[in-house]
């Protein structure tokens, strides 16, 4: 994945760090309707939505995925690259939590 940029590179006006340290990075995500992102990666991470809203994720390897996530909601997400679509009619907002190593 290392010439796969990372979120912050690939999508400032979609991600935006609130907090980094030596054990985890914060990022402020938001994705407006209709809008995609490139292909970019994470490490390892906790998502908590802020919002109801789809999102369509798509992987290196072609393959999609949509999630419908509600406001409370929390996911674990493993490492990896993915490109983003938000599908839905309502902004897509989450706080990430990137684990470090």
């Known amino acids: 994945m290392a010439q796969i940029p990372d979120a912050l590179q690939a999508a400032p006006d979609v991600y935006k760090l609130l907090m980094e340290n030596d054990r985890v990075r914060v990022l402020d995500v938001r994705v407006k309707p209709g809008e995609k992102t ?5 490490p390892e991470r906790v998502v908590y939505a802020l919002s109801d809203h789809k ?28 490109a983003t679509e938000n599908t839905g009619k309502t902004e897509a907002h989450n706080l990430a939590v990137e684990l470090k190593e």
């Not at 490139?38 to 994470?42: A, G, L, N, Q, T």
């Not at 999102?55 to 999630?67: A, H, M, N, V």
């Open 38 to 42: 490139k292909m970019h990666s994470h």
């Open 55 to 82: 999102l369509k994720f798509t992987s290196i390897d072609g393959e999609s995925r949509e999630l419908e996530l509600k406001t409370g909601q929390v996911l674990w997400l493993e490492a990896g690259a993915h």
